[in-house]
Structure formats: C-alpha cells, structure tokens
C-alpha cells in the first residue's frame, strides 16, 4: 500500500493545531504543566536532551507521536538494522550501524547469520586500522629517509574529510602530543600548497581517502603531493613509498594508483560516504586519538543505535528530534534550523551536520518515485556560541523568521576551567531562556521589544568523550533516518550533487560540445576567465 504523509489522519490533525500555534506561547505550557520539563527530557548514555522548550502543547506532541506511529518509521528501522535493501534507487542495505555493531546484536533470526559476518569483517578491517595507526604512534612507521611520521595530511572530500576532521578537532583533549593531522578536501590548490608549504616532506604520511578510488577532487590534490615528494626530496612514485597509504572500498583502483597493497585500509563497498568515519575512513581519528579510544567512539555509536531500536517514541531521542524537525519545517513555516554548539572544539560540527541532514533529505521525490508535495529537508546551519551571539542572534531575537534552535553543551569541560565554563554554560543557558520568554518593551522603546516565543532544544553530553561524541553523530544520523521515513524520501542516495559532476567535466574537456551545449552565460563567463590567464 502506497504511504503518503499527507493522507494520515496525524497531518491532518497537525495541520488544524499549526493554525492556532501562532497564538500559544511555551511559557504558558509550563503554567498548564508544572512537570513539562520532566516529561519533555531524556537521556541516553551520557547525553540529556531537555525539548521543553518548543512551541508544541501536549496535543501537538500526541499527534507527533501519533504522526511517527502511523508511518512507515518501525517497518524500515527493522529493514535497515536487518540488512534488508532500503536504499532502492542505488539497490543497497543501508549498513552503518554494522560498522559499529558486535556479534550477536541481530536479534532477527532470519539475519543473524549475515549480520554476523558483517560485523566480522568490519573487525577484520578496523584491525589494520589499529596495526597501522599503532605503529604511526609508536614512531615505528618511518619515511624514505627512515625519519618517523609527524605529520599526517588526510586527503579526501565529502565524508572522507569532514567526518574524521570533525572528530580530530571535537576530540583534540587526547590528541596525541607528537603527531599532527591536517585535511585536504577542497580542489582550491591554495589549500594544498599552503599546508604543504609548512610541512617536512621526510616526515609526512599521506592518507589517500578515496571510496572508488577515481574521485576527481582528491587524485587532483593527491597528484600534487607527489609532486612536493619528487621535488623536494627527488622521490619518485612517492605512491609506491611508505610516504602513502589508501582508504577505499576498491582495492584493485589503489593498486593500480601504486598503493603498496599492505598499505592499503580496505572498507566494504556498501559503506556511504556521509556514514563513513566509523570505517577504515577514520584512521586519522585512531592515529589522533589512539585505537582505544576509537572504539570508545564506537561503542557510544552502538549505545544510540540500541537505544533508537528499544526505546519508547516518547522517550526515544532521535525520534523526539525528527518529529519537532517536522513540526517546525511543515506546519510552521520554518525554513531552517540552527545547531548552535557552546564548545569550540565542535566549530565544524555544523558543517558535518549540512551533509549529513541536506545531501540526504534534500529531495523532491518520494520513495514511490512521485514528486513530493509537501516540504522536505530544511537548511541547517550554525556557529558556536558565543561568537553566534555577536553575529545572527540578533536575527533569532528580534527577526522575522522562525528559525529552531540546537543549543549543545559540555556540563563539565576538562580542557577549559571552571570561570570560563561557568561563563558559557550561563550565556548558552540565557539565551535559550530568552528565546523563549521574550521581553517586554520599556516605554517609548519598541526597538528594546523580544517577542520570545521563540523555541529550542538543549542537549547537554556530561562531557566531550570518545564516546559521547559517537553517540551525538549517531543521534543525528538517526534523526535524518527518521524525517526521511516520515517524509518517504530515500535518504540514502544523492543523485542531486551528479549534474554538477558531468557538467564540469564537460567543461574542463571541451566547452564546445555541441552534443550538450553550456548556457550563453557559462560559456561567455569561461571565456573571460581564459582570457585573464
């Protein structure tokens, strides 16, 4: 039978209470329900949400519930979780969870068997991830001069960059002291050349992150590495040297590349790229961090996903999160959402959070092949507080457009000291507050005027671990699971950034192919650049 969101007797319940949603306030719900906040928080592991603090009566949040029961949402988080082919468009299992997964999880008799050689042969794999990032650590991984690894450039784009380069940075407390890592991803060879520049050439691994092993983007940046090596140190084929190693799903490319083949970190095909720094993808995090603790972070992955398969709808934390998601970007009008993290160390959290969420819920067409007539994905984006204070909370405050807000905090912060923890805590704890309560005007001052109202989630982690961090992802990664179910969008495919691909590709080869003429615009724009040069 064909599910349509719309159709639901929940929608349609949703769609009369957003009518008289502009005239609530959150404060008032608090009035009405003196045990809201109780009721309206949660905890997983180490990680508490508080989501009172939306503009959601407790009708609005039963219809929610009731919206997420009458959907498709418990049928396809046991189809993925079995291993069933959720992603149609591509014909793929959708298998992160696996790469954080042990034997025995599978509780579905049928897919015990498969499930436990996928959990099998991800150990299998991250266990070159450990010897190798063990031995770059130890100082036993030495250059063509025999000097020990220093540096360490990480070279990929998408989830090959921004996974691991969130997690070194979010998780820089156990970094270790002698060893830095650096993150190539943009095709700007000003990026490269810079990072290059500061580097000893006998000292440097090159980490190339590549799922096919042909992504255009690295091999560019890669080809440009080996010629810093031929030239500063007269290495030639430097590929073939213990200067590189290779982290991709095609084994055979690497080779062909001239990755030595005990060089190469192989991770299973059937791991998405966006999904992809619990794989062989995250040697820079186990070198950072040590392998120890990379486990760390997976096991908190493996805690969230036990406990978005177990708990309740009502106290389930990605589930809470979609349906607010949805609330806000259906029935209010709400085109955005901010994810403010109050921890420095999360700056590019935001960024991870943009591919995750928009490469896989923005799409117009339903699981059923139909177009869609109702809002999917919102645009996500953020900054870390308090510098967002001096920057678009003005707009949050004051402005016109309804914008939801993630506040994440540290409760306890070993890297920072109590005064200033106690400074952050307090700005991030008041400008939720004030979001929410507004102020009135004084006299003859309606600038000075906060209409409040104005809603938000709190998630606080205990503190910045290992394994809290896995289990923050991996409660956003569920999160974006569920919208897309509601939605009934795949989520798991990104057709939408192709177009772009060919069309550049045409470009760069032949701007004159008549078999699939650029616009008058691009061509005269191609022609100026040429020119300049």
């Known amino acids: 039978m064909t599910y349509s969101p719309t159709a639901t007797s929940a929608w349609n319940s949703l769609q009369q209470q957003a009518e008289s949603a502009s005239a609530e306030r959150i404060t008032d719900f608090f009035t009405e329900n003196p045990n809201r906040t109780n009721e309206m928080s949660v905890e997983c592991g180490q990680l508490h949400l508080d989501f009172s603090k939306n503009l959601v009566s407790d009708q609005t949040w039963q219809a929610l519930l009731a919206l997420a ?55 299998q794999q991250l266990s070159r991830v450990k010897l190798v990032s063990e031995k770059i650590r130890s100082g036993d991984w030495v250059g063509s001069t025999g000097k020990a690894i220093t540096d360490v450039i990480n070279i990929g784009i998408g989830g090959s960059d921004l996974g691991p380069k969130l997690a070194c940075s979010a998780l820089q407390e156990f970094a270790h002291p002698n060893i830095n890592l650096h993150f190539i991803s943009n095709v700007d060879g000003a990026e490269i050349l810079s990072t290059l520049k500061k580097l000893d050439p006998e000292t440097t691994l090159v980490a190339v992150a590549s799922k096919t092993f042909t992504t255009q983007e690295t ?56 999904y992809s720094l619990w794989s062989s993808i995250g040697l820079s995090i186990a070198i950072s961090i040590g392998y120890d603790r990379f486990e760390e972070m997976l096991d908190g992955a493996r805690e969230m996903d036990i406990h978005f398969q177990s708990a309740p709808a009502e106290k389930n934390m990605p589930v809470i999160m979609a349906l607010l998601g949805i609330w806000y970007n259906n029935f209010l009008n709400a085109q955005s959402i901010a994810v403010i993290p109050y921890c420095e160390r999360l700056l590019l959290l935001p960024s991870y959070l943009q591919q995750l969420d928009m490469e896989s819920n923005g799409k117009s067409t339903t699981a059923d092949g139909q177009p869609v007539d109702y809002d999917t994905g919102a645009i996500l984006w953020g900054q870390t507080g308090t510098n967002g204070q001096h920057a678009f909370f003005q707009l949050l405050h004051q402005g016109t457009r309804l914008a939801p807000v993630d506040f994440i905090a540290l409760a306890k912060d070993n890297m ?90 045409q470009l760069l080869a032949d701007n004159s192919d008549s078999s699939a003429p650029l616009d008058a615009s691009t061509q005269a724009l191609f022609a100026y650049i040429e020119s300049c040069q």
């Open 219 to 274: 091999l560019l940046n890669a080809k440009t590495a080996l010629n810093w090596f031929e030239q500063q140190l007269d290495l030639k084929d430097a590929q073939t040297t213990s200067h590189f190693v290779g982290l991709t799903a095609s084994r055979e490319n690497a080779l062909a590349y001239g990755i030595p083949n005990e060089q190469i970190l192989e991770f299973a095909e059937w791991v998405g790229g966006r």
């Open 416 to 505: 920072s000291n109590e005064e200033h923890h106690r400074v952050l805590l307090g700005n991030m704890l008041a400008q939720s507050s004030a979001l929410m309560c507004g102020q009135k005007a004084p006299a003859g001052e309606p600038h000075r005027y906060y209409p409040g109202n104005k809603p938000s989630n709190v998630l606080l982690l205990k503190e910045l671990s290992p394994k809290n961090f896995g289990s923050l992802i991996a409660l956003y990664e569920h999160k974006v699971f569920v919208q897309g179910c509601i939605w009934n969008i795949n989520s798991f495919d990104q057709w939408g950034v192709e177009l772009g691909k060919k069309m550049a590709n």
């Open 69 to 123: 029961n009458q959907s498709p949402l418990e049928t396809l988080r046991a189809a993925m979780f079995s291993g069933e082919t959720i992603n149609t468009t591509e014909n793929r299992a959708v298998l992160h969870a696996a790469l954080r997964a042990e034997i025995g999880d599978q509780k579905v008799a049928a897919a015990v068997e498969e499930s436990d050689q996928r959990v099998s042969l991800v150990k």
